[in-house]
C-alpha cells in the first residue's frame, strides 16, 4: 500500500520561503513519477510541479523560477521548495504519486496519479 505524508506548511510572510516534503512509503521515488498540486477554497485543484525518474522537472505557469522539486533518494522524499511567496500561493499542497511512466505532458492531470497525501496548508500573509 503507498502511503505519502506531507510536511513542512505553515504561515508565512509574503516574499518568504517553504520547503514541503513528501514522505513515500510502499514506491521508491527514485524510480517514480511524483507531483505537487495545491487546492485554494473554492478553487479546482492545480498542478504546481513533478519530477520524473529520468530527473526531468516540471512547472506550472505560476510557479516558474520561484519553487523548485528535488528528490532524496537516501529518505524516499520529495521535496519542494518555495520561494519568493505570494499570498496567491495560499493553499493546501498535496504531493502525488503516479503509476508506470506517465509522459511529460500528463504529469499536469490529476488523473495521472493513483496516490496522494491527505495535504498540508500553505499560507501567505501579512
Known amino acids: 500500500q503507498v502511503q505519502l505524508t506531507e510536511s513542512g506548511g505553515g504561515s508565512v510572510q509574503p516574499g518568504g520561503s517553504l520547503r514541503l516534503s513528501c514522505a513515500v512509503s510502499?514506491?521508491?521515488?527514485?524510480?517514480?513519477?511524483m507531483g505537487w498540486f495545491r487546492q485554494s477554497p473554492g478553487k479546482e485543484r492545480e498542478f504546481v510541479a513533478a519530477?520524473?525518474?529520468?530527473?526531468?522537472?516540471y512547472y506550472g505557469d505560476s510557479v516558474k523560477a520561484r519553487f523548485s522539486v528535488s528528490r532524496d533518494n537516501a529518505l524516499n522524499t520529495v521535496h519542494l521548495q518555495m520561494n519568493s511567496l505570494r499570498p496567491e500561493d495560499t493553499a493546501v499542497y498535496f504531493c502525488a504519486a503516479a503509476p508506470g511512466s506517465p509522459i511529460s505532458s500528463a504529469l499536469r492531470w490529476i488523473r495521472t496519479y493513483d496516490s496522494w497525501g491527505p495535504g498540508t496548508q500553505v499560507i501567505v500573509s501579512s
Open positions: 519530477a520524473r525518474s529520468n530527473g526531468a522537472t
Open positions: 510502499g514506491r521508491t521515488v527514485s524510480t517514480t513519477a
